[in-house]
């Protein structure tokens, strides 16, 4: 079965860049990777996705390994606003394309 | 306008009762998507809708009916619901039903309490 594993949780300090990792073992060649996040009483809301390079927008950046088992979603300073649960998630060619979603990193911001 | 709208945002109602969520999007979405999701888990996916047709039904009880009236609405109708169907009701949107690297569009949902 496809799947995403995440850390339950992680801290940083406000202004520092976070790096918030994802495995995705099962993965395969056309599969794409999402990464989502969900503030409090809020819907999910598109942070980045990549295939294969490095992806960068103005939220973040998305570092793909180079076997594709894993990536790091980058937060380059984050801000008490970034408090949030972030979703890393894949498409699946074997499950007709859903997303394959992880159970998400609570991530807290210290000020 | 980016925006996805559910209304409510909050529902109690009883097990007997029947009500409706309702979901809007006007950015020309021809993918639109219910997701259901239990506090502190990701989404779990109920239906597609794919130009207004159902693609996807991930093995929903029929106590959930979704319904396309056009290309911007999507409705869900609930009736004897159980307890255990207590959940925040996400709707979404895409350009084109997700295969690889489509963006979701979610509303902020209905917190649906069964009682």
């Known amino acids: 079965d496809a799947k995403t594993t995440q850390p339950n949780s992680m801290e940083s300090n406000e202004e520092e860049p976070v790096h918030l990792p994802c495995n995705h073992s099962t993965i395969s060649g056309t599969d794409y990777i999402h990464w989502y996040r969900q503030l409090p009483s809020q819907g999910p809301e598109y942070v980045i996705h990549?295939?294969?390079?490095?992806v960068n927008n103005r939220m973040a950046s998305l570092a793909i390994a180079e076997d594709r088992k894993s990536s790091t979603l980058i937060l380059h300073r984050a801000t008490l606003r970034d408090a949030a649960v972030y979703y890393c998630i894949h498409t699946s060619m074997d499950s007709n394309y859903q997303l394959i979603w992880g159970a998400g990193t609570k991530l807290i911001i210290k000020p | 306008d980016t925006e996805v709208t559910q209304t409510p945002k909050h529902l109690v109602m009883g097990m007997t009762n029947k009500k409706s969520l309702k979901c809007e999007q006007h950015m020309g979405h021809r993918a639109m998507y219910w997701y259901k999701q239990k506090a502190k888990k990701p989404p779990e996916l109920m239906f597609v809708?794919?130009?207004?047709?159902?693609?996807i039904n991930e093995s929903v009880p029929s106590r959930f009916s979704p319904e396309c009236p056009n290309s911007s609405l999507l409705n869900l109708h609930l009736h004897a619901l159980q307890p255990e169907d207590s959940a925040l009701y996400l709707c979404?949107?895409?350009?084109?039903?997700?295969?690889?690297?489509?963006?979701?569009?979610f509303g902020s949902g209905t917190q649906l309490s069964v009682l």
């Open positions: 979404a949107s895409s350009q084109r039903e997700q295969r690889t690297n489509e963006k979701l569009f």
């Open positions: 990549g295939l294969t390079s490095n």
């Open positions: 809708y794919s130009y207004e047709k159902l693609s």
